[in-house]
T-cell receptor, first 113, second 114 residues
Framework: GNSVTQMEGPVTLSEEAFLTINCTYT??????LFWYVQYPGEGLQLLLK?????DKGSNKGFEATYRKETTSFHLEKGSVQVSDSAVYFC????????????FGKGTMLLVSP | DAGVIQSPRHEVTEMGQEVTLRCKPI?????LFWYRQTMMRGLELLIY????????DSGMPEDRFSAKMPNASFSTLKIQPSEPRDSAVYFC????????????FGAGTRLSVL
């Protein structure tokens, strides 16, 4: 079946540090890949997505590249801000028929001034 | 657009009581999802609907849980009787159908069963 594995948190960084949150997946075919973000007290919201191999999703300074050869979709940001403190979820949806999102367990990011 | 609206935001109840969570999806969306989030298990899909019809309820933990969608603009998730292990944040999400569609989440209902 489909599965998503994320690095465990919390990830603790100082403002302006470089961020990487690792995500790897298991799925047949060519799933679409997503990063969702959950700010404190809120629901999840889409951060970025990629639908085919070598695609790069980007938004708000965050980037992730769909790597089919390593089945990975790592999230990166060059310079984090305190306002980026949140929980980040990697997710996939398979490419055949309709299916629901499969989420990773989430990685908490804490950014200090 | 107001987004997905859930009520109540917080619910505290005693074991054995009935709990009803409510969701209003984004107008025009044809898929609706109910999720449960806990520290131990993360985010779990409980059930989803397409055009008001339940499609997959395999994630519903027990017969104590039931969900309905009487029309395109309203859904409920009911727990009867509630137990302390049901304490969690429950999210509703909606999407406009198709593969790779984006799900829009509500702010969630934090349920505490004492």
């Amino acid at each position: 079946g489909n599965s998503v594995t994320q690095m465990e948190g919390p990830v603790t960084l100082s403002e302006e540090a470089f961020l990487t949150i690792n995500c790897t997946y298991t799925a047949t075919g060519y799933p679409s890949l997503f990063w969702y973000v959950q700010y404190p007290g809120e629901g999840l919201q889409l951060l970025l997505k990629a639908t085919k191999a070598d695609d790069k999703g980007s938004n708000k300074g965050f980037e992730a590249t769909y790597r089919k050869e390593t089945t990975s979709f790592h999230l990166e940001k060059g310079s984090v801000q305190v306002s980026d403190s949140a929980v980040y979820f990697c997710a996939l949806i398979r490419d055949s028929g309709y299916s629901t999102l499969t989420f990773g367990k989430g990685t908490m990011l804490l950014v200090s001034p | 657009d107001a987004g997905v609206i859930q009520s109540p935001r917080h619910e505290v109840t005693e074991m054995g009581q009935e709990v009803t969570l409510r969701c209003k999806p984004i107008s025009g969306h044809d898929y609706l999802f109910w999720y449960r989030q806990t520290m131990m298990r993360g985010l779990e899909l409980l059930i989803y609907f397409n055009n008001n019809v339940p499609i997959d309820d395999s994630g519903m933990p027990e017969d104590r849980f039931s969900a309905k969608m009487p029309n395109a603009s309203f859904s409920t998730l009911k727990i009867q009787p509630s137990e302390p292990r049901d304490s969690a944040v429950y999210f509703c999400a909606s999407s406009l159908g198709g593969k790779g569609n984006i799900q829009y989440f509500g702010a969630g209902t934090r349920l505490s069963v004492l």
